[in-house]
């Protein structure tokens, strides 16, 4: 008989992998194909990984009927029941069709669409987890956005449509005058993502009330350079305006914290994603809070704070060992409608 | 063979309850004892539940031999490990014993610790949630303090200690300079519970800046008879002071139902608890909320809001189900170690 195969799939704001791995998952057996995400219509994702994971299967020799199931992680909002995105406030688009067209190239294997930080907790949860963390675990990405999957109780979190933990948009700041992608005001992802950080500096500049020429000298004065990595070395270096974006987006990772903490009574939280790359500037100060003085931020008894080491690949990790769970009746998906 | 009886308690801010009924939960078979909650000293509760528990039993001329187990819910935060409170907002006390003197008067009956919010909502599950809500649902009391429960996908939330879903210290105004009883600044506790309207209201009065002239009426002058009730009675009669103050406790639970919803992602929410009381006045409001532009609050498609019919005895209610589905094996609590 032949060799049976997993297909894991992360769909991100800026890039899509497709992995192909045995059962087994182990980690030599994981191939991974790489294409930035494009935008062009609302079938530009579902073309892309049909492209990939096409590509991935001849190169290594694999049919369709060696396919076990594909795991489909994307950012949210999704709906798991109709196999679709909505409301996507990083991808555009108000709907976006994802397990109907990928069924009509791969005809007749599962598709499980999931949330990507969803599948990135199980990723965690299977490759790196301490045993006393497994119970109750939360993953956090701070990339282009900002999101969560949870473990409750040995339970992943899905909620009606697959979107619980879609902390990235609950409100950390009611009062804000600043707009999220996603029509609110004052979501977490607005103080503490890559985005919210590149929009918040831009705001403040045009407001010119303080000063900015470190950031403004990094870029050689053109605006248009300046995204998170650069505000965050500006900080570094003394820049006023940087400093306030970067003490803004720590400050609401420790409100964001304090709630996940308070919603969830967790283990330990794992942050992933491109902005905690430079490790030394977000996570120490939050490591700090909630070993010291944690009741300014959670009633309950804190969480620990650590950093994914599998990075980048933490989802489509989690994409692979969704499907695994499927496909063994796992009872952590329980309860589940997809 | 002697008929089997399930013991409920709850343990509120205000008031403990202790009900004891027959396995079928029938309604008529529920009896309840009630008395104010005592705060003398840690031991005070599990005194009162002892004496409540014991006249119940003998006046219905039960043996400890009858009761299958006794479901102890109380505000949080709880320790379900070691079956005490800790930190406690509205009770006092660092730590307060509770399975442990409870044990010693009813040696060899199993007590399961929950915090009561918890156990409210697994009585909305049983009680009254239509089937389509049953597996997505929360329970939220605004009351002395704001607590919460919540069921996702079929499993009710605990996390590490038993206390998850403590959204009403989740911090909804960062930048609040009002103290809130846990500690920390600016919970939605402080401002849409009855202890946080008063709190507010009183403060306010000293500042001074906003007429209350109403309010103040409503007491005859006497500042210390001010609660909610009659800070909710002012502002409908239009007093200016008082109508701030309430219309700052509607808007948080928006704030607060948001986050609810953005993180578990639930088909319905239950209100409960005395604020509860007045319907007209806080739950119109959230509803054309949720219905009309729920994105200005959640990302996720919003929940539908209800009020529970059982009012006040929710808790116990919920309490005598726990005790029902641990003596069942029920899945819904899979997963935890108490």
Redesign the interface.
């Known amino acids: 008989m032949d060799e049976k195969f997993i297909v894991g799939v992360d769909i991100g704001g800026t890039w899509i992998r497709v992995a192909i791995c045995t059962p087994d998952l182990i980690d030599k057996n994981i191939k991974i194909k790489i294409t930035e995400t494009l935008k062009e219509n609302k079938y530009s994702i579902s073309n892309s990984v049909v492209k990939l994971l096409s590509a991935l299967l001849s190169e290594n020799d694999i049919k369709n009927e060696q396919i076990i199931g594909i795991g489909l992680a994307m950012a949210?909002?999704i709906d798991i029941i109709k196999g679709e995105g909505f409301?996507n406030?990083n991808l555009g688009f108000r709907i976006i069709p994802l397990k109907g067209p990928i069924e009509e190239k791969f005809p007749g294997i599962p598709i499980y669409l999931i949330n990507d930080c969803n599948a990135a907790v199980l990723g965690v949860q299977y490759f790196e987890a301490d045993d006393d963390e497994k119970?109750?675990l939360v993953y956090i990405t701070v990339s282009t956005g900002v999101g969560g999957g949870a473990i409750?109780?040995?339970?992943?979190?899905?909620?009606?449509?697959?979107?619980?933990?879609?902390?990235g948009?609950?409100?950390?700041?009611?009062?804000s005058t600043i707009q999220c992608n996603?029509?609110?005001?004052g979501c977490w992802e607005v103080y503490s993502s890559g985005t919210g950080v590149k929009l918040r500096t831009l705001n403040a500049l045009n407001d010119g009330e303080l000063n900015a020429d470190i950031l403004l000298g990094i870029v050689n004065g053109n605006k248009s350079k300046i995204t998170a990595k650069e505000v965050f070395q500006a900080a570094r270096e003394g820049d006023i305006l940087s400093k306030k974006i970067v003490d803004e987006c720590i400050?609401?990772c420790k409100?964001g914290i304090?709630?996940i903490n308070?919603?969830?009574?967790?283990?330990t939280i794992y942050f992933g994603g491109a902005m905690i790359k430079d490790e030394m500037q977000i996570i120490p100060p939050l490591i700090e809070q909630f070993e010291k003085d944690p009741?300014?931020?959670?009633?309950?008894?804190p969480p620990k704070i650590k950093i994914t080491k599998y990075r980048d690949e933490i989802g489509v990790r989690g994409a692979l060992t969704l499907v695994k769970y499927k496909s063994e009746n796992n009872?952590i998906l329980?309860?589940?409608s997809f």
């Open positions: 949210g909002p409301n406030p119970e109750n409750c109780n040995g339970h992943l979190l899905l909620g009606k449509e697959g979107n619980a933990v879609e902390i948009h609950g409100i950390v700041e009611p009062k996603c029509g609110a005001y400050f609401y409100v304090g709630l308070n919603y969830y009574d967790v283990s009741i300014k931020f959670t009633i309950n008894h009872p329980e309860g589940t």
